[in-house]
Protein backbone atom coordinates (compact mmCIF):
# COMPACT_ATOMS: atom_id res chain seq x y z
CA UNK A 1 0.00 0.00 0.00
CA UNK A 2 1.21 2.98 -0.63
CA UNK A 3 3.61 5.10 1.34
CA UNK A 4 3.98 2.09 3.69
CA UNK A 5 7.75 1.20 3.87
CA UNK A 6 9.26 -2.28 4.54
CA UNK A 7 12.59 -3.12 6.17
CA UNK A 8 13.95 -6.45 7.76
CA UNK A 9 15.18 -5.95 11.89
CA UNK A 10 16.86 -8.86 13.12
CA UNK A 11 15.72 -9.56 17.06
CA UNK A 12 17.13 -12.37 18.70
CA UNK A 13 18.76 -13.88 15.58
CA UNK A 14 15.80 -14.12 13.62
CA UNK A 15 14.89 -11.54 10.93
CA UNK A 16 11.72 -10.08 11.31
CA UNK A 17 9.99 -8.32 8.57
CA UNK A 18 8.12 -5.04 9.34
CA UNK A 19 5.90 -2.58 7.83
CA UNK A 20 5.94 1.02 9.12
CA UNK A 21 4.62 4.47 8.18
CA UNK A 22 4.12 8.30 10.37
CA UNK A 23 6.26 10.09 12.57
CA UNK A 24 5.32 10.01 16.26
CA UNK A 25 4.81 7.90 19.15
CA UNK A 26 4.62 4.66 17.75
CA UNK A 27 2.07 1.91 18.00
CA UNK A 28 2.93 -1.65 17.90
CA UNK A 29 0.80 -3.70 15.68
CA UNK A 30 0.63 -7.39 16.60
CA UNK A 31 -1.28 -9.94 14.42
CA UNK A 32 -3.00 -13.15 15.08
CA UNK A 33 -3.93 -16.36 12.55
CA UNK A 34 -3.88 -16.83 9.53
CA UNK A 35 -3.12 -12.91 9.41
CA UNK A 36 0.57 -10.81 8.61
CA UNK A 37 1.47 -7.30 8.90
CA UNK A 38 -1.25 -6.79 5.84
CA UNK A 39 -3.97 -7.28 8.65
CA UNK A 40 -3.50 -3.85 10.14
CA UNK A 41 -3.44 -2.06 6.25
CA UNK A 42 -6.04 -0.04 7.10
CA UNK A 43 -4.70 1.15 10.92
CA UNK A 44 -1.48 2.11 9.69
CA UNK A 45 -2.97 4.50 7.16
CA UNK A 46 -5.30 5.98 9.39
CA UNK A 47 -2.95 6.16 12.74
CA UNK A 48 0.03 7.52 10.48
CA UNK A 49 -2.05 10.29 9.51
CA UNK A 50 -3.16 11.32 12.91
CA UNK A 51 0.33 11.67 14.26
CA UNK A 52 2.00 8.05 15.10
CA UNK A 53 4.20 5.93 13.84
CA UNK A 54 2.39 2.99 13.20
CA UNK A 55 4.77 -0.65 13.23
CA UNK A 56 3.15 -3.91 12.08
CA UNK A 57 5.55 -6.88 11.92
CA UNK A 58 4.63 -10.42 10.48
CA UNK A 59 5.62 -12.48 13.52
CA UNK A 60 7.73 -15.48 13.61
CA UNK A 61 6.64 -18.14 11.46
CA UNK A 62 5.07 -15.47 9.44
CA UNK A 63 5.33 -14.15 5.59
CA UNK A 64 8.74 -12.82 5.30
CA UNK A 65 10.00 -12.73 8.71
CA UNK A 66 12.03 -16.03 9.57
CA UNK A 67 10.58 -19.62 10.81
CA UNK A 68 11.90 -21.52 13.35
CA UNK A 69 11.88 -25.41 12.82
CA UNK A 70 11.69 -26.21 16.59
CA UNK A 71 7.95 -26.37 17.91
CA UNK A 72 9.12 -25.22 21.06
CA UNK A 73 10.46 -21.91 19.53
CA UNK A 74 6.60 -20.43 19.39
CA UNK A 75 6.34 -19.76 23.35
CA UNK A 76 4.79 -16.86 24.94
CA UNK A 77 8.09 -16.39 26.07
CA UNK A 78 9.97 -16.60 22.27
CA UNK A 79 6.92 -14.12 20.63
CA UNK A 80 7.20 -11.26 23.61
CA UNK A 81 10.98 -11.80 23.34
CA UNK A 82 11.16 -10.71 20.03
CA UNK A 83 8.36 -7.77 20.58
CA UNK A 84 10.65 -6.76 22.93
CA UNK A 85 13.97 -6.64 20.81
CA UNK A 86 11.99 -4.79 17.97
CA UNK A 87 10.48 -2.09 20.52
CA UNK A 88 14.14 -1.52 21.80
CA UNK A 89 15.33 -1.39 17.83
CA UNK A 90 12.32 1.13 16.92
CA UNK A 91 11.80 3.06 19.99
CA UNK A 92 14.86 3.00 21.63
CA UNK A 93 15.93 0.79 25.03
CA UNK A 94 13.56 1.69 28.32
CA UNK A 95 11.07 3.92 26.09
CA UNK A 96 6.94 2.42 25.93
CA UNK A 97 4.73 1.77 23.13
CA UNK A 98 1.22 1.58 22.23
CA UNK A 99 0.28 -1.87 21.53
CA UNK A 100 -2.38 -3.09 20.04
CA UNK A 101 -3.36 -6.84 19.33
CA UNK A 102 -5.66 -9.02 17.39
CA UNK A 103 -6.21 -13.15 18.25
CA UNK A 104 -3.22 -14.70 18.61
CA UNK A 105 -1.92 -11.32 18.66
CA UNK A 106 -4.35 -10.09 21.52
CA UNK A 107 -3.15 -13.20 23.41
CA UNK A 108 0.53 -12.24 23.11
CA UNK A 109 -0.25 -8.76 23.48
CA UNK A 110 -1.94 -9.81 27.52
CA UNK A 111 1.49 -11.37 28.13
CA UNK A 112 4.04 -8.78 26.97
CA UNK A 113 2.17 -6.73 28.96
CA UNK A 114 1.98 -9.76 31.67
CA UNK A 115 5.48 -9.86 31.39
CA UNK A 116 6.62 -6.13 30.70
CA UNK A 117 4.20 -3.64 31.67
CA UNK A 118 7.46 -1.25 31.56
CA UNK A 119 7.15 -0.70 27.93
CA UNK A 120 3.77 -0.59 27.07
CA UNK A 121 1.52 2.91 27.41
CA UNK A 122 -1.72 1.64 26.68
CA UNK A 123 -2.98 -1.46 25.03
CA UNK A 124 -5.94 -1.79 22.95
CA UNK A 125 -6.70 -5.88 22.17
CA UNK A 126 -9.62 -6.95 19.81
CA UNK A 127 -11.26 -10.40 19.70
CA UNK A 128 -9.78 -12.40 22.66
CA UNK A 129 -9.80 -11.21 26.39
CA UNK A 130 -7.17 -11.98 28.86
CA UNK A 131 -7.40 -15.72 29.88
CA UNK A 132 -6.05 -15.93 33.37
CA UNK A 133 -4.08 -19.10 33.87
CA UNK A 134 -6.20 -21.80 35.60
CA UNK A 135 -3.50 -23.65 37.91
CA UNK A 136 -5.65 -27.08 37.97
CA UNK A 137 -6.65 -27.35 33.80
CA UNK A 138 -4.56 -27.72 31.45
CA UNK A 139 -5.72 -26.01 28.33
CA UNK A 140 -5.40 -28.68 25.74
CA UNK A 141 -7.45 -31.53 27.38
CA UNK A 142 -9.93 -28.54 28.84
CA UNK A 143 -10.63 -27.58 25.11
CA UNK A 144 -10.89 -31.28 24.27
CA UNK A 145 -13.45 -32.28 26.49
CA UNK A 146 -15.47 -29.13 25.71
CA UNK A 147 -15.49 -28.83 22.12
CA UNK A 148 -14.32 -32.89 21.08
CA UNK A 149 -11.68 -34.21 18.40
CA UNK A 150 -12.77 -32.23 15.48
CA UNK A 151 -12.11 -28.79 17.21
CA UNK A 152 -9.59 -27.23 15.51
CA UNK A 153 -7.50 -26.22 17.99
CA UNK A 154 -6.92 -30.19 18.78
CA UNK A 155 -7.17 -30.46 15.15
CA UNK A 156 -3.76 -28.69 15.25
CA UNK A 157 -1.55 -29.96 17.57
CA UNK A 158 -0.64 -33.34 15.73
CA UNK A 159 2.20 -31.97 13.33
CA UNK A 160 2.02 -32.56 9.69
CA UNK A 161 -1.64 -33.62 9.84
CA UNK A 162 -3.75 -30.33 9.39
CA UNK A 163 -0.98 -28.88 6.68
CA UNK A 164 -1.43 -31.53 4.69
CA UNK A 165 -5.37 -30.80 4.40
CA UNK A 166 -4.57 -27.21 4.04
CA UNK A 167 -2.11 -27.95 0.73
CA UNK A 168 -4.63 -30.12 -0.74
CA UNK A 169 -7.34 -27.02 -0.47
CA UNK A 170 -5.25 -24.57 -1.11
CA UNK A 171 -3.83 -21.68 0.95
CA UNK A 172 -6.01 -19.42 -0.99
CA UNK A 173 -9.23 -21.54 -0.01
CA UNK A 174 -8.13 -21.98 3.09
CA UNK A 175 -6.90 -18.06 3.72
CA UNK A 176 -10.88 -17.21 2.32
CA UNK A 177 -12.77 -20.13 4.64
CA UNK A 178 -10.90 -18.80 7.72
CA UNK A 179 -12.05 -15.21 6.51
CA UNK A 180 -15.78 -15.96 5.53
CA UNK A 181 -16.28 -17.99 9.24
CA UNK A 182 -18.90 -16.01 10.47
CA UNK A 183 -20.59 -18.66 12.88
CA UNK A 184 -20.84 -17.38 16.72
CA UNK A 185 -20.18 -21.46 17.18
CA UNK A 186 -16.54 -23.53 17.84
CA UNK A 187 -14.88 -24.06 14.51
CA UNK A 188 -14.97 -27.25 13.67
CA UNK A 189 -12.15 -29.33 11.43
CA UNK A 190 -13.73 -33.09 10.80
CA UNK A 191 -10.31 -34.99 10.12
CA UNK A 192 -10.77 -35.39 5.45
CA UNK A 193 -13.39 -33.09 5.37
CA UNK A 194 -11.70 -29.80 6.77
CA UNK A 195 -14.09 -27.01 6.44
CA UNK A 196 -16.46 -29.66 4.91
CA UNK A 197 -16.94 -27.89 1.86
CA UNK A 198 -15.97 -29.46 -1.80
CA UNK A 199 -12.29 -28.02 -2.73
CA UNK A 200 -13.94 -26.50 -6.23
CA UNK A 201 -17.15 -25.07 -3.90
CA UNK A 202 -17.39 -20.93 -4.55
CA UNK A 203 -16.85 -18.46 -1.64
CA UNK A 204 -18.24 -15.16 -1.75
CA UNK A 205 -16.18 -12.72 0.14
CA UNK A 206 -17.51 -10.16 2.44
CA UNK A 207 -17.82 -6.66 1.23
CA UNK A 208 -14.62 -5.90 3.58
CA UNK A 209 -12.41 -8.30 1.44
CA UNK A 210 -11.35 -8.05 -1.73
CA UNK A 211 -9.75 -11.37 -4.04
CA UNK A 212 -6.34 -9.29 -4.17
CA UNK A 213 -6.43 -8.64 -0.35
CA UNK A 214 -6.79 -12.68 -0.53
CA UNK A 215 -3.94 -13.34 -2.62
CA UNK A 216 -1.82 -11.04 -1.11
CA UNK A 217 -2.43 -13.63 2.25
CA UNK A 218 -2.33 -16.65 -0.23
CA UNK A 219 0.92 -15.37 -1.59
CA UNK A 220 2.66 -15.28 1.49
CA UNK A 221 1.18 -18.63 2.93
CA UNK A 222 2.09 -20.61 -0.17
CA UNK A 223 5.30 -19.74 0.01
CA UNK A 224 5.84 -20.24 3.81
CA UNK A 225 3.30 -22.80 4.61
CA UNK A 226 0.93 -22.51 7.55
CA UNK A 227 3.30 -24.61 10.39
CA UNK A 228 5.06 -21.18 11.61
CA UNK A 229 1.34 -20.12 12.93
CA UNK A 230 0.21 -23.27 14.00
CA UNK A 231 2.62 -23.95 16.16
CA UNK A 232 1.69 -21.47 18.43
CA UNK A 233 -1.31 -23.44 19.37
CA UNK A 234 1.02 -26.84 19.73
CA UNK A 235 2.69 -24.50 22.60
CA UNK A 236 -1.00 -24.07 24.46
CA UNK A 237 0.06 -26.66 27.60
CA UNK A 238 3.89 -25.62 27.35
CA UNK A 239 2.89 -22.11 27.45
CA UNK A 240 0.80 -23.15 30.88
CA UNK A 241 3.92 -25.05 32.29
CA UNK A 242 6.50 -22.01 31.47
CA UNK A 243 3.74 -19.24 33.05
CA UNK A 244 3.12 -21.13 36.28
CA UNK A 245 5.21 -18.31 37.76
CA UNK A 246 2.18 -15.49 36.92
CA UNK A 247 -0.75 -17.67 38.46
CA UNK A 248 -2.89 -14.77 39.68
CA UNK A 249 -0.73 -11.87 38.38
CA UNK A 250 -2.75 -8.90 36.88
CA UNK A 251 -2.35 -6.88 33.81
CA UNK A 252 -1.57 -3.28 34.88
CA UNK A 253 -1.55 -1.83 31.97
CA UNK A 254 -4.36 0.78 30.47
CA UNK A 255 -6.75 -1.40 28.39
CA UNK A 256 -9.28 -0.86 25.81
CA UNK A 257 -11.01 -4.24 24.48
CA UNK A 258 -12.94 -4.46 21.37
CA UNK A 259 -15.14 -7.61 19.89
CA UNK A 260 -17.54 -8.13 17.49
CA UNK A 261 -20.98 -10.22 19.13
CA UNK A 262 -20.50 -12.72 16.17
CA UNK A 263 -17.25 -13.46 17.37
CA UNK A 264 -16.48 -17.23 17.76
CA UNK A 265 -14.33 -16.21 20.58
CA UNK A 266 -16.56 -14.18 22.44
CA UNK A 267 -19.45 -16.57 22.17
CA UNK A 268 -16.90 -19.60 23.60
CA UNK A 269 -17.69 -21.24 27.11
CA UNK A 270 -17.92 -18.59 30.13
CA UNK A 271 -16.19 -15.94 28.34
CA UNK A 272 -19.35 -13.21 28.33
CA UNK A 273 -19.71 -13.86 31.72
CA UNK A 274 -16.03 -13.07 32.38
CA UNK A 275 -16.29 -9.99 30.49
CA UNK A 276 -19.03 -8.41 31.62
CA UNK A 277 -19.58 -10.02 35.34
CA UNK A 278 -16.68 -8.41 36.94
CA UNK A 279 -13.81 -11.32 36.11
CA UNK A 280 -12.07 -9.37 33.23
CA UNK A 281 -12.04 -5.98 35.37
CA UNK A 282 -10.54 -7.93 38.39
CA UNK A 283 -7.71 -9.67 36.57
CA UNK A 284 -6.91 -6.29 34.12
CA UNK A 285 -7.92 -3.73 37.00
CA UNK A 286 -6.95 -0.58 34.21
CA UNK A 287 -9.48 -1.68 32.17
CA UNK A 288 -10.99 1.15 31.13
CA UNK A 289 -13.54 0.14 28.26
CA UNK A 290 -15.00 -2.80 26.61
CA UNK A 291 -16.61 -1.92 23.24
CA UNK A 292 -19.16 -4.80 21.97
CA UNK A 293 -19.80 -4.44 17.91
CA UNK A 294 -23.22 -5.59 17.09
CA UNK A 295 -23.37 -7.59 13.82
CA UNK A 296 -19.48 -8.08 13.70
CA UNK A 297 -17.40 -11.36 13.06
CA UNK A 298 -13.93 -11.99 14.22
CA UNK A 299 -11.94 -10.13 11.87
CA UNK A 300 -12.98 -6.66 13.40
CA UNK A 301 -10.11 -4.61 12.43
CA UNK A 302 -11.25 -5.10 9.02
CA UNK A 303 -14.66 -5.79 8.69
CA UNK A 304 -15.18 -2.31 10.74
CA UNK A 305 -11.66 -0.47 10.34
CA UNK A 306 -12.91 3.02 10.80
CA UNK A 307 -14.51 2.50 13.41
CA UNK A 308 -11.90 0.48 14.92
CA UNK A 309 -9.26 3.49 14.00
CA UNK A 310 -11.29 6.05 15.18
CA UNK A 311 -11.78 4.04 19.34
CA UNK A 312 -8.53 3.40 19.20
CA UNK A 313 -7.27 6.75 18.71
CA UNK A 314 -9.62 8.06 21.17
CA UNK A 315 -7.95 5.88 23.21
CA UNK A 316 -4.45 6.37 23.02
CA UNK A 317 -5.18 9.87 22.52
CA UNK A 318 -5.71 10.19 26.32
CA UNK A 319 -1.83 9.45 27.02
Known amino acids: ?8 ITVNGINMHVAEKGQGPVILFVHGFPELWYTWRHQIVALASLGYRAVAPDLRGYGETDAPCSIASYTYFDIVGDLIALIDAIAGEDEKVFVVGHD ?6 WNLCLFRPDRVKALVNLSVAFNPRNP ?20 FQEPGEIEAEFAEIGAATVVKEFYTYRSPKPLLLPKGKAFGHPKDAQIALPDWMSEEDINYYASKFEKTGFTGGINYYRNIDRNWELTAPWTGAQVKV ?32 FLEDVVV ?6 FINEEKADEVNKLIYDFFSNF
Open 254 to 285: PVKFMVGDQDLVYNSYGTKDYIHKGGFKRDVP
Open 293 to 298: LEGVGH
Open 136 to 155: NRKPYETLRALYGDDYYVVR
Open 1 to 8: MEGIEHRT
Open 104 to 109: WGAVIS
